[in-house]
């Protein structure tokens, strides 16, 4: 498996970020556009920032079909982590950052027992209530057949987004994710619950005011909440102009900035039970 790696002298903690689908890391230093950099920001603020590319992406897309296992996409994540970070100084601990379709790798990691060592988790682009134009646009869409539609959901409002941001991170040539992948978006609102119930570390649960496939506004983003039971801090916040790809929009430096600020409230431990944020 493979990653991109931008390490940060004494860093402060070391970010782990899980892509979703149809790109790979590259979502996190999309190229041509450094000012919304995940990995150039988190540096420079004084974080180590490592994206992986998840089971059957980048690398090891050649060997798409041998992570059909949920055991094994778990474990082959956490064992890119350890090979790529090593000895390399990790500051206060780990922080997994996860978009859209890596919410399930990332929160499948943090409710594993070596989960409980993370220092927290952020999650976005998730839910568990589609809206009801997504639902009919995504009812049909498999690996082979790519729905009309899909790039209105997850790429508009056009304002939102620089020119060229979509095609410089998406995959070219090839499908547009890994066949585990159906099963793991038919059976998503069935199993984020589950494994919400068992996530022990912090959690922060982000959405764009502007996102188009999942339910927005206060209600859904407090029920969301409210599925991680365990957790010692549960955060929800909301991108002011943020789309489905907090991560790439206009406000993208905003968004990163408020992650830092969280992960950094992880590593002194200054928690509590629940919060709403805006911006």
């Keep these: 498996m493979s990653g991109l790696l931008a390490e940060a ?19 996190f230093d999309c190229p041509g556009f450094p000012a919304l950099s995940l990995l150039r920001t988190g540096t420079e603020h004084g974080f180590t920032v490592l994206a992986i590319d998840r089971p059957g992406f980048g690398s090891s897309a050649l ?3 041998e992570f059909t296992s949920t055991p094994k996409r778990i474990d082959a994540a956490y064992g890119t ?10 500051g206060a601990g780990v922080f997994l950052l996860a978009h859209s379709a890596g919410c399930e790798l990332a929160l499948r990691m943090a409710a594993d027992e070596r989960g409980d060592a993370l220092l927290g988790i952020e999650i ?11 639902m009919a646009i ?30 410089a991170v998406r995959i070219q ?6 066949r585990y992948e159906a099963s793991v978006v ?9 494994l919400a119930a068992l996530v022990q570390i912090p959690v922060r649960f982000s959405l764009g005011a502007y996102e188009r496939v999942w339910e927005t506004g206060p209600a859904a983003l407090t029920e969301v909440a409210a599925l991680f039971t365990a957790a010692p801090q549960v955060v929800v916040h909301e991108q002011a102009e943020g789309g489905h790809n907090l991560s790439l929009g206009h406000t993208a430096a905003d968004y990163h900035a408020s ?16 919060t709403m944020e805006g911006s």
């Design 124 to 134: 976005s682009g998730t839910g568990v209530r589609q809206q009801q134009e997504a």
């Design 9 to 27: 002298p004494n860093p402060r903690a070391t970010i782990v970020a899980i892509h979703g689908g149809a790109t790979t890391a590259l979502y």
């Design 173 to 178: 040539g090839g499908p547009a994710g890994v």
């Design 186 to 194: 038919s059976g998503w609102a069935r199993d984020l619950p589950d």
């Design 63 to 65: 060997y798409a079909d």
């Design 81 to 90: 982590i350890d090979t790529i970070l090593g000895t390399r100084d990790r």
């Design 259 to 274: 992650v830092l600020t969280f992960v950094e409230q992880c590593t002194t431990g200054k928690t509590t039970d629940f």
């Design 138 to 167: 995504l009812s049909g869409a498999s690996i082979e057949r790519i729905p009309t539609g899909l790039r209105q959901l997850l790429w508009e409002p056009a304002h939102l987004y620089a020119d060229g941001v979509d095609r």
